[in-house]
C-alpha cells in the first residue's frame, strides 16, 4: 500500500510533463492547420481575382 502511494508520487512530475508537452504538441499542430487553412483561402482569393501565381496550383 505504501510502495504503491511511493510509485505514483514519484510517477506524478513524470505524467505531468508528458501530458503537457502532449498538450503543447496538439496546440501547435492545430496551430499550423488553421495558418495552412488560412494561407490556402488567401491564395484562393488571389486566383479568384486572376492575381496569383499560385492559381496553376
Partial sequence: M???LVLTLLALPFALIAANVGR?????KRGVARVRAELD???????RAGLSHF???
Fill in 55 to 57: 492559381s496553376g496550383s
Fill in 2 to 4: 505504501i510502495l504503491m
Fill in 41 to 47: 483561402a488567401f491564395h484562393a482569393e488571389l486566383a
Fill in 24 to 28: 503543447r504538441r496538439w496546440i501547435r
